[in-house]
């Protein structure tokens, strides 16, 4: 009989070594893993930490109710307002052009489309989240102004109405694709339970499907909300820097994100007032997309559906 | 009963045009992302083409609109991307792997999770206000290829996390179970078996990351990227000992999309035929990454069947 022998390439450890090395890579699995909690420690103690020294100088009555925000004149106004209001209106007209557009797509893919169809077009949608917001900008800018202006005579070159709309279509994938998915997950019974009652596709999808799914569709819909209110460039280049505080989508109008960018082309001393203002509209930023947040998170909550 | 019938027939026939009309509509809803898409890179193309060039790709930026080129541009967008893959890509998989294959079910665990997703929908522009309080002056980096690059990596942090989550959670458990009855000790049994099967998901993330990476503009532009650079970086690789220099990490910089943004904000046409230019090559890049992690994901679902 011939002895076989395991040909052993590296010498094996020992157990207790072999054990120490085990702990040792989970510390530092477990230290990567807390980076993002670090993150959002970090991110919310610079904006705080900043915005701390801004609001000594500035009271918040005066930050929340002044109609003016114009901090690098001479004649220095801290009033949030017409920056909200610009963010609002922009986030109005896009979340006008995706929800709709976004939920009848999801509706359409999840119960409609014929599976060849909705490989293809998938893809295609997830490519439209993939373009850079700064060409968005430029689109916004350069193609979709002038179309509207063939039949708005008096839209100016800069406005709300065409940043908002781009921004829209840029989002619709986000919203289409995560309440298609809580569509696609509503199971089989309650649309089989629908079809033997005689309705049909379109009944079925609206009466059955989408009160099902609403907690994931509502969650789609913050996802859409918190991408229009934090997005920057299409509205830095498209609705113009200018602070203004309107609510027509026809005007030009700054956001939040469309000032701290101003702010940091220019060449502002480190901790200048002026310097710790992109940190207070920062930290107003981060609040709103976390109100928006729990919002949601409560609506969708109070919606959920138990199967 | 006749008359019921006639009744019934009628709302069958009604709602089977409802249902036609949706079909349409909703075909339509559709078309409607996708014509976007086409037009918005035929408009490109259409402006941008006639611009592109050799030299266009060769030149730094110049006052002379025809003189202009992205050279200092995507040199730029290359060296962050190498800084942004190398911060993220380990720190991204090892927090997968951690969430996914270590992590008890208990409050921090719970904890980072929160944050993961949390972090994924924090505007961008934000991630750069942390960079210019925290890198900038905080850790004295400086308006840096460095500072640039860590910052996209925070940025693309989440994506990769949850991607590498997905691909690990898509590995059968039996997989697991085979190495640890041979005798192998968990981080064995995922460096050896559970890694290796994931790795094409997990390298589909990545390039999504990157590729969202790539185009971001607004957190660099917080951080202070230079709009107009007529130099490059010192090169990686030099002639004399010790041959690899580090000096480009702290070298200022700009990239594509903001020199794209710097052309678009000009009032001359013939700037905004050059941003067209620079959105060509950015279109191009982004674009491309993202129909390979397409292509891939497609590949992987074909060829794996568990």
Known sequence: ?307 | MQQDLQQVKKIIIRNKLWQAIFAVVGLLSVLVGIITLITLVLDLFIDGLPRLSWQFLTSFPSRKPEEAGILAAWVGTVLVMIVTAIAAIPVGIASGIYLEEYAGKNWLTGLIEINVTNLAGVPSIIYGLLALGLFVYQLNLGESVLTAGLTLALLVLPIVIVTTREALRAVPNSIREAAYAMGASKWQAIWDHVLPYSIGSILTGVIIGLSRAVGETAPLITIGALTFIAFLPDPPIKAEFPYISFSWLQAPFTVMPIQMFNWVSRPEPDFQFNAAAAGVVLICMTLGMNALAIYLRYRIRKQIKW
């Not at chain 1, 076989?4 to 890579?25: D, G, H, M, N, Y």
């Not at chain 1, 904006?47 to 925000?69: A, G, M, P």
């Not at chain 1, 002038?146 to 921004?167: E, H, R, Y």
């Not at chain 1, 596709?201 to 913050?222: C, D, E, H, M, N």
């Open chain 1, 1 to 307: 009989m011939v002895e076989r022998q395991i040909q052993l390439t590296t010498k094996p450890l020992s157990p207790k070594l072999r054990k120490v090395r085990e702990k040792a890579i989970e510390i530092l699995l477990f230290l990567a893993a807390c980076s993002s909690v670090a993150t959002t420690i970090a991110i919310i103690g610079i904006l705080v930490y900043e915005s701390i020294t801004f609001f000594r100088e500035v009271s918040l009555v005066n930050f929340l109710t002044d109609t003016q925000w114009s901090p690098l004149f001479d004649d220095a106004h801290y009033g949030i307002l017409p920056l909200l209001s610009g963010t609002l209106v922009t986030t109005a007209v896009a979340l006008s052009v995706a929800v709709p557009l976004g939920t009848i797509a999801a509706i359409y893919l999840s119960e409609f489309a014929p599976f060849r169809l909705r490989e293809f077009i998938k893809p295609c949608l997830e490519l439209l989240a993939g373009i850079p917001t700064v060409v968005y900008g430029y689109f916004a800018l350069l193609f979709v102004t002038p179309l509207l202006q063939t039949f708005l005579w008096d839209l100016p070159g800069f406005n709300m109405l065409s940043a908002g709309i781009v921004m829209g279509v840029m989002i619709i994938p986000y919203v289409s694709s995560v309440s298609e998915d809580a569509m696609r997950s509503v199971p089989l019974h309650l649309r089989e339970g629908s079809y033997a009652m005689g309705a049909t596709r379109l009944q079925t999808a609206l009466k059955v499907i989408f009160p099902s799914a609403i907690s994931g569709i509502t969650a789609a819909y913050i996802l859409g909300i918190s991408r229009a209110v934090g997005e920057t460039m299409i509205v830095a280049i498209a609705a113009g820097l200018q602070p203004t505080l309107t609510w027509n989508p026809m005007n030009e109008a700054a956001t939040i994100t469309a000032y701290i960018v101003s702010v940091s082309l220019g060449d502002l001393p480190h901790g200048s007032l002026e310097y710790q203002t992109i940190f207070a509209a920062g930290l107003t930023l981060v609040l709103m997309t976390l109100v928006f947040n729990i919002f949601g998170y409560f609506l969708s909550r109070r919606y959920r559906e138990k199967y």
